[in-house]
C-alpha cells in the first residue's frame, strides 16, 4: 500500500526540512516546493492527500494557492502557515476554501493532529458527493429538514463546510434549528466518530466559567475535589458548539480569543498548557455585529468565531417546508407514544398551520403537534386541535415579574402582592427579616416564577421562556436545575 503524499510549499529551506522530517517520520511521502511555480507543476503531476503553503513565496502569495486548489473541485485539503499574530491571513484563507491554517513558529504537535485530520478528509467515503441535491452523504442523512429552495442551499453550504476547520456562526430565531445545524456539520466532518459538545454559554454562572471551559487541577479551589477536564478537552477532536455566545461575559472572552489562537488552554490550577484540536460552531438569536457596535461583545473574537456565516431562515418564511416537517414530527411523535400509525392533519389544519407565524419556529410548530395529538380524535388532527389562536399573553395580561437575577428587586418581592396564592408562606418575607439561606430563598423564588409561567402558557416552554425574557434553553436549564417537571 502507498502511502499518502504531500505536498509542502515554502521557500525557507530549514522550515521546509522541519516540516518534511515531522511528516517523514508520520510514514507520509512528501514532494517539496519552494515556489508557486513549482507548486504548481508538482500539483499538475501527482495526487495530494494534503497541501501546506506558506503564505508568502517569492512569486506570489499561498492565498493564490488555496483558490486554485479549491476550484479545482479535487477534494485535496490545503492548509497554510501564517506570520505569528497574522489574524488576518487565517480568517482570509479560511474564507477562500483553505481547510486550516498554521501559525508561525510552527508547533510541532498541532502540525501532526492538523494532518491527521486532514487525512480524514481525504478518505473516499467522506468525501463523496452529495445525492439527489444534498441531503445525503455517504448514507449519512442530514437532519435539518425541508425542501424549500433556501433548506436545499443550507444544506449543500452545509455539505461543504463540513470539510474544513474554519470557525461557523449560526445566526437565527429560536427553534429554527442551530443546534441542529451544528450537529449536522459536526456528522458531516472528519470529526464525527470524536465528540460533538455544545454549552449554553448564557446558562453557566461566570464564576465557574475558566473552570467549565478549561477544566481544572485538583485543589485549584475550594471544592476541586480531583482532576477534571473542561469543555474544550472533552471536545477534543470533534466540535464544540458555543451557543448564545453573545451571553459571555467579557473576561471570559478574552480567555476564550486566547485559547482559539493559541490552540491550547490551561487548566485552573494548571501551570502547563495542553494542546487541544476543536473546531468552533457558535450560535446566536441575537445580532452580534450589534453586540460588538454596543462593546458588549469583542471585536477580534467576532471576527475570528465569524469566518463562515450559516443563516437559518425562520419558519414563517419558509412555509413550504411545513408539509414535510408535520409528517416527520408526527412520524416521530407516534413511534414514542402508543399510536399504531402516524397521526394525520386534515386539509384545513395543514392551511392553517400555513398561515401561522411561528414565533417559536420548528420547536413551536413540535409543541403544537405534541399538544394537538392528544386532543386528536382517532389520529386525525382538526384545526382546533392545533390551538393556534392563542399566540401568547396580551400585554395587559402579563405578570409584573421581577427581574432574575437582580437580587435587590427579588428580595422586595413584588410578586408575593400580584399573586398571593402561587407564592409558597417561605417566600413572604417583611422588609427587616432576612431568609436563614439567601441561595435557597432566591430559588424558591425563581422555581416559583417559571412555575407561574409555565402555568399561564399551558407548560408551552417556549412560550413561559418568552414571557420571561429568556431563551428557551435557558428556561430548560433553569427547569433542570430547580427540578421543575411538567406534572408539578
Ligand atoms: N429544519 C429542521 N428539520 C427538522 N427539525 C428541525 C429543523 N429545525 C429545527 N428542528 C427541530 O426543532 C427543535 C429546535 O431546534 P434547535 O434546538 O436546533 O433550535 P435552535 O435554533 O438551536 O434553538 P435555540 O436558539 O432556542 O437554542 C429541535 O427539536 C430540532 O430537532
Redesign the pocket.
Known amino acids: 500500500m502507498t502511502s499518502p503524499r504531500i505536498l509542502v510549499v515554502d521557500d525557507e529551506a530549514h522550515l521546509r526540512e522541519l516540516l518534511e522530517i515531522t511528516l517523514i517520520k508520520m510514514g507520509l511521502d512528501v514532494d517539496s516546493a519552494d515556489s508557486l511555480a513549482s507548486a504548481r507543476t508538482y500539483l499538475a503531476q501527482n495526487a495530494y492527500a494534503l497541501v501546506l503553503t506558506d503564505m508568502r513565496l517569492p512569486d506570489g502569495l499561498g492565498i493564490e494557492l488555496v483558490r486554485e486548489v479549491t476550484a479545482s473541485g479535487k477534494n485535496i485539503p490545503i492548509a497554510v502557515i501564517t506570520a505569528y499574530g497574522s489574524a488576518d491571513n487565517a480568517v482570509v484563507a479560511l474564507k477562500a476554501g483553505a481547510f486550516d491554517y498554521l501559525s508561525k513558529p510552527v508547533a510541532l504537535d498541532q502540525l501532526r493532529l492538523m494532518v491527521q485530520s486532514a487525512l480524514r478528509v481525504g478518505k473516499p467515503a467522506d468525501t463523496s458527493a452529495p445525492q439527489s441535491g444534498s441531503a445525503v452523504r455517504s448514507g449519512n442523512a442530514l437532519?435539518?429538514?425541508?425542501q424549500s429552495a433556501t433548506?436545499q442551499e443550507l444544506r449543500a453550504q452545509i455539505v461543504r463546510l463540513a470539510r474544513s476547520m474554519a470557525p461557523v456562526a449560526i445566526t437565527?430565531e429560536?427553534?429554527?434549528?442551530?443546534?441542529?445545524?451544528a450537529r449536522d456539520i459536526h456528522a458531516l466532518s472528519p470529526r464525527a466518530d470524536k465528540p460533538f459538545v455544545a454549552v449554553n454559554c448564557g446558562a453557566i454562572p461566570e464564576a465557574l466559567m475558566e473552570a467549565e471551559f478549561f477544566g481544572y487541577r485538583k485543589g485549584a479551589f475550594t471544592g476541586a475535589a480531583e482532576d477534571r477536564e473542561g469543555f474544550f478537552q472533552a471536545a477534543n477532536g470533534g466540535t464544540l458548539m458555543l451557543?448564545e455566545v453573545a451571553d459571555l461575559p467579557l473576561p471570559m472572552q478574552v480567555k476564550l480569543l486566547r485559547a482559539i489562537q493559541e490552540r491550547r488552554v490551561r487548566k485552573v490550577g494548571a501551570t502547563m498548557e495542553e494542546v487541544v484540536d476543536v473546531r468552533l460552531v457558535s450560535?446566536t438569536?441575537q445580532n452580534l455585529a450589534e453586540c460588538v457596535e454596543s462593546g458588549r461583545f469583542r471585536q477580534d473574537l467576532y471576527y475570528r468565531l465569524n469566518v463562515i456565516e450559516l443563516k437559518?431562515p425562520p419558519l414563517r418564511e419558509r412555509l413550504d417546508d411545513i408539509g414535510q416537517?408535520v409528517e416527520?414530527i408526527l412520524g416521530r411523535l407516534s413511534s414514542f407514544g402508543s399510536h399504531a400509525a402516524p397521526a394525520v392533519l386534515t386539509q384545513a389544519a395543514l392551511a392553517a398551520l400555513r398561515t401561522y407565524s411561528f414565533p417559536g419556529?420548528?420547536?413551536e410548530l413540535?409543541n403544537i403537534l405534541e399538544r394537538a395529538l392528544a386532543f386528536a380524535n382517532d389520529g386525525v388532527i382538526e384545526v382546533a386541535d392545533l390551538g393556534l389562536k392563542v399566540t401568547g399573553l396580551s400585554p395587559v395580561e402579563k405578570p409584573i415579574l421581577p427581574e432574575l437575577g437582580d437580587e435587590i428587586q427579588v428580595s422586595t418581592v413584588p410578586i408575593v402582592a400580584a399573586t398571593p396564592g402561587v407564592v409558597g408562606a417561605e417566600m413572604a418575607l417583611s422588609a427587616s427579616e432576612l431568609p436563614s439561606s439567601l441561595p435557597t430563598h432566591l430559588d424558591d423564588i425563581e422555581r416559583n416564577i417559571i412555575r407561574q409561567a409555565l402555568a399561564r402558557t399551558h407548560f408551552n416552554r417556549t412560550k413561559a421562556a418568552d414571557l420571561l425574557g429568556i431563551?428557551?434553553?435557558q428556561l430548560r436549564y433553569r427547569m433542570q436545575r430547580l427540578s421543575i417537571h411538567e406534572q408539578d
Open positions: 437532519r435539518l429538514l425541508g433548506m437565527g429560536s427553534g429554527s434549528g442551530k443546534e441542529l445545524a451557543d450560535a438569536h437559518l416537517l416527520t419556529n420548528v420547536r413540535e431563551s428557551f434553553r
